[in-house]
């Protein structure tokens, strides 16, 4: 089994910031893509960023040069610093990996439990 728990959501005034971790631990052999996706109420859930295990990164364009998607994979963990935040920001934030738990497992996708950001106008 894989647990991915994400830590430090809250709530902030437009134009701060808050930094976001995501843990993956368990059965761990690699892990692959990973990223943050978030759920506004009544909206669909939508990529925020995504970084491969290289470190090559993408972001939706609402949140480009104001959030920075990274990893340290020693420590199977996965952050986003978000700057600029604005009210719109304001979601679930879900943490999201690509985890092979062994050699000759395929990869499957695991999910944390989401936190919430809320921005302040």
């Known amino acids: 089994q894989v647990q991915l728990v994400e830590s430090g959501g809250g709530l902030v005034q437009a134009g701060g910031s808050l930094r976001l971790s995501c843990a993956a631990s368990g059965s761990i052999f690699s892990i692959g893509a990973m990223g943050w996706y978030r759920q506004a109420p009544g909206k669909q859930r939508e990529l925020v960023a995504t970084?491969?295990?290289?470190?090559?990164?993408n972001y939706v364009d609402s949140v480009k040069g104001r959030f920075t998607i990274s990893r340290d994979n020693a420590k199977n963990t996965v952050f986003l610093q978000m700057n600029s935040l604005k009210p719109e920001d304001t979601a679930v934030y879900y943490c999201?990996?690509?985890?092979?738990?062994?050699?000759?497992?395929?990869?499957?996708?695991?999910w944390g439990q989401g936190t919430q950001v809320t921005v302040s106008s």
């Open positions: 970084i491969t295990s290289g470190g090559s990164t």
């Open positions: 999201n990996a690509d985890v092979q738990a062994g050699p000759l497992n395929p990869p499957s996708d695991y």
